[in-house]
């Protein structure tokens, strides 16, 4: 999972396996080896992928941590903050809607 976000982040990019790996140091084997889940990346080349995709290690991360939907929601808050008021608005109520009907509470 990890390497497929890395992989579909660097895809959105624009950058090729190649790119990514001059980029941060490491070999273009070492880098299809990570988005085909073969190895995991170090630390330190974590951390260089995460910057040169200009990504939150939250966000390539989502698949693998329980709590991924927390970055999934932080992505949904930067799109709505890009919306107007009125969509916005529309937007919450219909998600405390859907919340309510899951059994949660009402706002």
């Known amino acids: 999972m ?3 976000q890395i992989k579909r982040c660097r895809e959105k990019r624009g950058f090729t396996q190649e790119q990514l ?3 941060i140091g490491v070999s ?3 880098i299809s080896s990570i988005e085909r889940g073969i190895k995991m990346p170090r630390l330190q080349n974590f951390v260089a992928i995460a910057n040169q995709l200009g990504v939150s290690a939250d966000e390539l991360l ?3 941590l ?3 939907f927390i970055a ?3 992505a949904l808050s930067k799109k709505l903050e890009e919306l107007s008021r009125a969509d916005r608005k529309r937007i919450l109520e219909t998600m405390n809607f859907l919340i309510v009907q899951a059994g949660g509470k009402p706002e």
Do not use: P, Y
């Open 2 to 4: 990890l390497g497929e």
């Open 21 to 23: 790996a001059e980029k």
């Open 28 to 30: 273009i084997e070492t």
């Open 62 to 64: 989502q698949d693998e």
């Open 66 to 68: 329980d709590f991924g």
């Open 72 to 74: 999934e929601a932080n």
